[in-house]
């Protein structure tokens, strides 16, 4: 019982400790959210309220879930690209960010692909939507949009400056369509 008490402390401590050394709030408040989310679920709470057995609740909360790991993702690549450009000077300064550690390469690959994944996650979600058009919108919007950020992650030149900035304003603009998806169509 103390381990598990113990592991159940340390674990989204931790978490939020490695939001704060990668110097990201939006991995913070995702880790915090995600930790009362996951409280909530294991705590005694009205019948009401609870989502065990309760379809509705359930499927509130699998969106909540949803909702929350998608912003983090697109928070976290945000962040990830935003620093790439920016090795230099991190350098001068003695930072260690993660395209000083792994490399630009590996850093914009993995942003590119965490961002892939997350428009996976949300056309499987959208299959699973009871609404045809939600369904149809959701999976095809999504498609497209993986589609147009694959093909644009092509043509960028890490050692270009001008083009991982202009790279890292286009996902910004995917991001608000992403916004846009999940508060207005879900």
Same mark, same amino acid.
């Given at each position: 019982?103390? =381990? +598990?008490? *113990?592991?159940?402390?340390?674990?989204?401590?931790?978490?939020?400790?490695? +939001?704060?050394?990668?110097?990201?709030?939006?991995?913070?408040?995702?880790? %915090?959210?995600?930790?009362?989310? &996951?409280? $909530?679920?294991?705590?005694?709470?009205?019948?009401?309220?609870?989502?065990? +057995?309760?379809?509705?609740?359930? $499927?509130?909360?699998?969106?909540?879930?949803? @909702? *929350?790991?998608?912003?983090?993702?697109?928070?976290?690549? %945000? *962040?990830?690209?935003?620093?790439?450009?920016?090795? =230099? &000077?991190?350098? #001068?300064?003695?930072?260690?960010?993660?395209?000083?550690?792994? &490399?630009? =390469?590996?850093?914009?690959? %993995? #942003?590119?692909?965490?961002?892939?994944?997350?428009?996976?996650?949300?056309v499987l979600v959208g299959a699973f939507s009871p609404s045809?058009?939600?369904?149809?919108?959701?999976?095809?919007?999504?498609?497209?949009? *993986?589609?147009?950020?694959?093909?644009?992650?092509? @043509? %960028?030149?890490?050692?270009?400056?001008?083009?991982?900035?202009?790279?890292?304003?286009?996902?910004?603009?995917?991001?608000?369509? =992403?916004?846009?998806?999940?508060?207005?169509?879900?």
């Open positions: 019982m103390g =381990e +598990g008490l *113990a592991i159940t402390i340390a674990s989204p401590l931790m978490a939020v400790a490695m +939001g704060i050394m990668l110097r990201s709030p939006p991995l913070v408040i995702g880790f %915090i959210i995600w930790r009362i989310v &996951g409280g $909530a679920y294991s705590i005694d709470l009205p019948p009401l309220l609870r989502w065990k +057995g309760n379809p509705l609740m359930a $499927a509130v909360t699998i969106m909540m879930l949803f @909702t *929350a790991a998608d912003m983090v993702i697109w928070n976290a690549t %945000i *962040a990830f690209v935003k620093d790439i450009p920016d090795v =230099e &000077g991190d350098k #001068a300064f003695g930072l260690r960010t993660l395209p000083i550690i792994l &490399g630009k =390469e590996k850093v914009f690959s %993995i #942003a590119v692909n965490m961002m892939l994944m997350a428009y996976g996650g949300a045809v058009l939600c369904k149809l919108v959701t999976m095809i919007g999504h498609s497209a949009l *993986a589609f147009v950020l694959w093909r644009q992650a092509k @043509t %960028i030149d890490l050692s270009d400056n001008k083009s991982v900035q202009s790279f890292y304003l286009f996902i910004w603009k995917l991001y608000y369509v =992403e916004f846009l998806f999940v508060h207005f169509l879900r």
